[in-house]
């Protein structure tokens, strides 16, 4: 099958989010999508052994997934606790997932410090947003994979059927 996605487990009603939640995105291309069989599903963290509910967590620092792909940044929970490993690890289980299933394209919630592809919160548990990928979000686009945010689903339904 071309043209399949990888998509954000939250984004398809599982309630897998930092908060026990899902944050359901009802469009008629998802559903299509569906039907089609190109959707391939997946919350990274919970990939990598992630509890549901578990603590807000940010990039410190003001920096960005790349950063934590290069090294040079840690992903810390509210609670103080590092969890750079884990999303490290999250972020390689949707890239492998992604090759093996085919995915050539994500459609990633925004805002999360693993799927965030327009914004991330700074690190400072204030709320405060700034431009940039999460740890999945900026794997994905080095594998080569074109990256979405839920806010760019016009734009993904562009791009396939191009």
Not at 65 to 92: F, P
Not at 126 to 145: C, P
């Amino acid at each position: 099958m071309q043209n399949r996605i990888l998509v954000s487990a939250c984004l398809m009603g599982q309630a897998v989010r930092y908060d026990g939640r899902a944050k359901p995105l009802l469009h008629p291309a998802i559903e299509k999508w569906r039907a089609e069989g190109r959707l391939v599903t997946i919350c990274p963290e919970m990939s990598a052994g992630m509890p549901v509910p578990r603590p807000p967590a940010e990039i410190g620092d003001g920096a960005t997934g790349e950063d934590v792909l290069a090294g040079s940044a840690r992903v810390i929970e509210s609670t103080g606790a590092d969890v750079t490993k884990e999303l490290l690890q999250a972020a390689e289980n949707a890239v492998t997932l992604a090759r093996q299933a085919g995915c050539r394209y994500a459609l990633l919630i925004d805002g999360s410090p693993s799927c965030g592809s327009d914004f991330i919160y700074d690190g400072s548990f204030s709320g405060r947003k700034q431009a940039g990928n999460g740890v999945t979000a900026a794997a994905l686009k080095a594998a080569g994979v074109e990256v979405f945010s839920d806010r760019e689903i016009e734009r993904l339904i562009e791009r396939i059927s191009e």
